[in-house]
């Protein structure tokens, strides 16, 4: 499998993207590119070979093109960087042929951003330990492409429900209830736009559902330049797998909606509802986020923030002694008071 740089034209450093600028840019010389201007310098991957499938750890081999180093890469990597010259590397076969994303969502919160927000947002925690906010700690955090799954589709819908109606009423001392009941239909059509599925079996991925705001509309296709500079996973989930969970979610969707078109009932049950597919469409693409992964105590942490808008979801690592002193000096408050006013009263 060959290893793909993006290259700059004046002084063949490499390129690497620029959330702030959404522009190409080279460290060495300063040069800048559109992307209309790298799509001519990065060749077209449609004819390059797809990476044969791989285990999630299984590990291979793959030379650098700047220092001739050799790069390890596990089976769902897809971009990455050269431990030894730091220079940004895409590995073409798994962002080529059948492993092509559609579409890509790129970075449009930097790497300086990111560390800004991540570090206003834990501060806001006053029981968080100081040595989590060390240079060290905020090193970690790595501008990362998850691979998704967008699935829209449209069906017919077809409803049968029956709905009950109770009405009371009193004449003397005798109270009548009067109960009646409706066989109902509902028929209509029923879209579903733009729902994300992660198409990857990884823990931190479960961490993405949390940030999940992303802006599809603005959603361009794929280029392997836009990986310049950052990290990036291959899927290994195809759609086939996740047939299952569209299907649920349309269901659910469904019976919502039948149940928002009766109103006035006291009781309704759905007693039939048939989904008929008229059309489904599935796009592959890539999706920014800014991951953490730390150790605290022995117990693993996780915290992602898209890449995109900066919405962020995680947990921190609350330190025991802060809560211990915090807990020690209401305590001495309180015993204070109490004492005080004991001897108010004697």
Known sequence: MSVLTCKCPNCDAELTFRPQSQSFVCDYCGSSFTQREIERLVPAQDGQPAAKPQEDGEARSYQCPSCGAQILATGTTAATYCYYCHNPVTLQGRVSGQWKPDLIIPFAVGEEQAKERFLRWSRKNPFVDRRFFSQSQLEKLSGVYFPFWLASSQSSL??????????????????????????????????????????????????????????????????????????????????????????????QNAERLVRDTVGGFQGVTIQGCELSPVSEDWKYLLLPAWILTYQYRGKQYYFAMNGQNGDMNGALPISKGRLAALFGAISGICLVLLTLGGYFLW
């Open 158 to 251: 077809s409803a049968t429900v029956t709905a009950r109606q109770t009405r009371v009423w009193r004449v003397g001392d005798l109270e009548y209830t009067e109960t009646s009941v409706y066989q109902l239909s509902r028929e209509g059509e029923l879209r579903i736009n733009n729902y994300d599925m992660p198409a990857l079996r990884r823990e931190e991925t479960s961490l993405l559902e949390g940030i999940l705001t992303y802006d599809y509309a603005k959603a361009v296709p794929f280029s392997p330049a836009y990986l310049s500079g950052f990290q990036a996973l291959r899927r290994d989930q195809e759609k086939e797998q996740l047939t299952a969970r569209l299907q649920d979610e349309q269901r």
